[in-house]
């Protein structure tokens, strides 16, 4: 096999290491009719590619059994149902168009193993051909990414915004973090100079122009993780402790809504808790959908604002 090439030999190398089998450069040598110097130089051309694209991935020397194998430092690979269950997660986020939905499914895809692909991909068909996504029909996952880079960097940004009612503003902010919350992304930004420390929060898909302006930010009222905790109901508004009692129907919602949710008290019938949010808007429009298993304690403010939904909603103001 002499006139197997170097590039033959190299694609040789590579396939016995993708299916997990071992090399020893002695027999290689006498099968290409090569020198071992040889088969150790495309040895190590094959160890080079592996450790610039394969994470976790490299391939070493055996001296025991004197071959040359692929070690796996993965803790775990991806399963056909660890990715089932992704794909079902952002096929009913509907937030992405489907250019960008196509894009995510083929890469989830390619992580299956093609003995399990075909199961996988039926599993999934239908509900991707019926995939309907939302309104708006942007690509955001650049935004996203650039968002997420400013972030990490604690830059100062200027974005031009798309409000409600159809009108632009112009704001120059501190992004803190993204969430997504029912179909859309969110940036939670602290607008500059404002007299405020609450965030505010800025659909990604209305989100026109992002521009950053070359100088950082220092926030550290919240890290990232709890200022998400706080922040449930896209609204802004100062941050405020409600204090809830919730019938045990309504309890697990009220907890896995309410990350900082704390039991206070418990009774036969009712168990009182407190939690921290972000104003208290959007949480007075989601209580209301809880009917009678929840009453509102404190804050008056949103009480007041639970009475006055309803009052607007009977009287068709």
Known sequence: MSDFGKSGRILYIYDRLQKHLSLDKEELAARFQVTPKTIQRDIDEVRTYYSDNYTGKE????????VFEVENNNVHTISAVEVFALVKILLDSRAFNKEELDKLYSALCATVSKSEK????ELVHNEKFHYQPIQHGKQILDRIWNLGQCIKKQAVV?????????????????????VFSEFYFYLIAKIEDSEHETPTFYRVDRIKTLKTLGRGYHYTHF????????VQ???????????????VAALEAVM????????????DDWTT???????????????????????VLEPQELKQQMRDLVAAAFSGD
Request: proline share 2%; net charge positive; charged share 25%.
């Open 273 to 295: 808790i407190e939690a921290e949010v972000f104003g208290t808007k959007g949480c007075s429009m989601w209580l209301l959908g809880q009917g009678n298993q929840i009453k």
């Open 233 to 247: 109901f896209m609204y802004g508004g100062q941050l405020t402790t409600v204090r809830l009692m919730c019938k």
């Open 59 to 66: 391939v070493i020397y055996n001296r025991r059994a004197k």
């Open 256 to 267: 896995d809504r309410l990350p900082t949710a704390k039991l206070v008290e418990r009774t």
């Open 118 to 121: 075909q199961a996988f991909q």
């Open 223 to 230: 890290e990232d993780g709890e200022l998400k905790k706080r």
């Open 158 to 178: 200027e974005i031009s915004y798309t409000r409600m009612d159809g009108t632009s503003a112009n704001r120059i902010v501190h992004p803190l973090a993204i």
